[in-house]
């Protein structure tokens, strides 16, 4: 069974800087795209960040500039390190993986979702 598990998630004062996590573990050859979703309290899910196994990079528009997605497909891993992050970034984060066979589109695994805090 593939899981992804979130991690990095904390308390950080605005400004400041964190890198989340997302690990795959299970048997799995690859992923064709990675992305980072996050969720505000009485706000819908939205992409944050997406990435292709060949690099190619998708931001929101309120975080271009600020958040960077990387992966290390070899370790079936990806990143997104945030920088100047603002009370508005407050949110759970969701990792989600698409492997190669999936839809496009479509994400078939999820992580559990690591809180973000940004607190003034």
């Known amino acids: 069974q593939v899981q992804l598990v979130e991690s990095g998630g904390g308390l950080v004062q605005p400004g400041g800087s964190l890198r989340l996590s997302c690990a795959a573990s299970?048997?799995?050859?690859?992923?064709?795209?990675m992305a980072w979703y996050r969720q505000a309290p009485g706000k819908e899910r939205e992409l944050v960040a997406r990435?292709?196994?060949?690099?190619?990079?998708n931001y929101a528009t309120s975080v271009k500039g600020r958040f960077t997605i990387s992966r290390d497909n070899a370790k079936n891993t990806w990143y997104l390190q945030m920088t100047s992050l603002k009370p508005e970034d407050t949110a759970v984060y969701y990792c989600?993986?698409?492997?190669?066979?999936?839809?496009?589109?479509?994400?078939?695994?999820w992580g559990q979702g690591t809180q973000v805090t940004v607190s003034s």
């Open positions: 989600a993986g698409a492997p190669y066979s999936s839809s496009a589109g479509r994400y078939d695994y």
């Open positions: 299970g048997s799995i050859f690859g992923f064709a795209r």
């Open positions: 990435i292709f196994s060949g690099g190619s990079t």
